[in-house]
C-alpha cells in the first residue's frame, strides 16, 4: 500500500482527537483540585499548628494537591518544540513572514508535504503520551491526596 498526504493527514487528524480528551479531564481535575484545597483553607485554624495529629494529614493533603497543580501545569503547557520549518506546525509556521509561508507552501512536492505530516504525527504523539502522564500523575496524587484530607476534614469541625 502506497502512502500518500492523505493517509498522513487523517492520522494526524485522528491524533489530535486525543487533546480534547485529555484537557477537558485536566479541567475536571483542577476544579476537584480546587475544592478541595477551598475546603482545607476553610477548616485550618490557628489551633490546628499545634497538634500534630492534624497538622500532618492536613500538610500531606497539601503536599499532595501541590505536586497534583503542577502536574496539571505540565499536562496543559507541555513542550511544544520540534517540527522546525514545518509547514504543518504552528510554531514554525508563526516564525515565517505569511508571503515566505505561502510562497514555500505552494512549491511543496508531495513526498515533502508526506513527510513533514509523518513527522507531526510523530511529534504529535509524543506530545500527546507526556500529557497523558502528567494527568496520570496529577490524578494519582490527587486521590492519594483524599486519604490524609479526609483524615484532616474528620478531626476538624468548621468555627
Known amino acids: 500500500m502506497a502512502l500518500d498526504g492523505k493517509v498522513a493527514s487523517d492520522q494526524l487528524n485522528r491524533i489530535l482527537t486525543f ?4 484537557d477537558s479531564r485536566a479541567s475536571m481535575l483542577f476544579a476537584a483540585n480546587s475544592a478541595i484545597l ?3 483553607a476553610a477548616r485550618v485554624r490557628v489551633e490546628h499548628l499545634q497538634n500534630w ?3 500532618v494529614p492536613a500538610g500531606l493533603a497539601l503536599a499532595a494537591l ?3 497543580f503542577a502536574n496539571l501545569y505540565m499536562c ?3 513542550n511544544t518544540k520540534g517540527g522546525n520549518g514545518s509547514n504543518v506546525f504552528f510554531g514554525s509556521i508563526a516564525q515565517k513572514t ?3 509561508y ?3 507552501f505552494r512549491k511543496l512536492e508531495e513526498d515533502e508535504w508526506f513527510r513533514d505530516l509523518a513527522a507531526q ?3 504529535n504523539s509524543e506530545i500527546l503520551c507526556l500529557k497523558y502522564k502528567y494527568l496520570k500523575h496529577s490524578m494519582s496524587s490527587t486521590m492519594l491526596g483524599l486519604i490524609p484530607w479526609a483524615l484532616f476534614i474528620s478531626l476538624t469541625r468548621f468555627g
Open 53 to 55: 495529629q492534624v497538622y
Open 38 to 40: 477551598g475546603v482545607l
Open 76 to 78: 496543559a503547557f507541555p
Open 102 to 104: 505561502v510562497d514555500g
Open 121 to 123: 504525527v510523530w511529534r
Open 98 to 100: 505569511e508571503s515566505s
Open 19 to 22: 487533546f480534547p480528551r485529555v
Open 66 to 68: 501541590v505536586y497534583s
